[in-house]
C-alpha cells in the first residue's frame, strides 16, 4: 500500500518560516516527479511546486517563487518543501503528491498519489 505522510504545518506568524516534508512508502518515487498542492478553505486545490526525479528541475507558483524551495532526498523517498517569508495568503492545507509518470508535470491529473495534508496557518 502506497501512502503519503506529510509532517511540518503548523501556525506561524507572517515572516515567519515553516519547513514541510513528506515520506513515501510502499514504493519507491525516485524515478518520477513529485509535487506541493494547497488548498484554502473555500478555494479549489492549487499548484504550488514540483520537482523532476533527479532534482534538476523545479517549477513554482509565481506567488511563491523566490520564498519557497523544494527539494527532494530520494535515499530516503522523501520530498521537503521549505518556505521562508509566509504570507496570511499562504495560509492553507498542504498536500504532497506523487507521479509515476516518468517525464516532469505540473498537472494536477498526473499526481496519482496524495498524502492527508498538513495545516499550515500565518498569521498577520
Known amino acids: 500500500q502506497v501512502q503519503l505522510v506529510e509532517s511540518g504545518g503548523g501556525l506561524v506568524q507572517a515572516g515567519g518560516s515553516l519547513r514541510l516534508s513528506c515520506a513515501a512508502s510502499?514504493?519507491?518515487?525516485?524515478?518520477?516527479?513529485m509535487g506541493w498542492f494547497r488548498q484554502a478553505p473555500g478555494k479549489e486545490r492549487e499548484f504550488v511546486a514540483a520537482?523532476?526525479?533527479?532534482?534538476?528541475?523545479?517549477y513554482y507558483l509565481d506567488s511563491v517563487k523566490g520564498r519557497f524551495t523544494i527539494s527532494r532526498d530520494n535515499a530516503k523517498n522523501t520530498v521537503y518543501l521549505q518556505m521562508n517569508s509566509l504570507k496570511p495568503e499562504d495560509t492553507a492545507v498542504y498536500y504532497c503528491?506523487?507521479?509515476?509518470?516518468?517525464?516532469?508535470?505540473?498537472?494536477?491529473?498526473?499526481?496519482?498519489?496524495w498524502g492527508q495534508g498538513t495545516q499550515v496557518t500565518v498569521s498577520s
Open positions: 510502499g514504493r519507491t518515487f525516485s524515478r518520477n516527479p
Open positions: 503528491a506523487a507521479s509515476t509518470l516518468k517525464t516532469f508535470t505540473l498537472k494536477y491529473n498526473d499526481y496519482d498519489y
Open positions: 520537482i523532476s526525479w533527479g532534482g534538476a528541475s523545479t
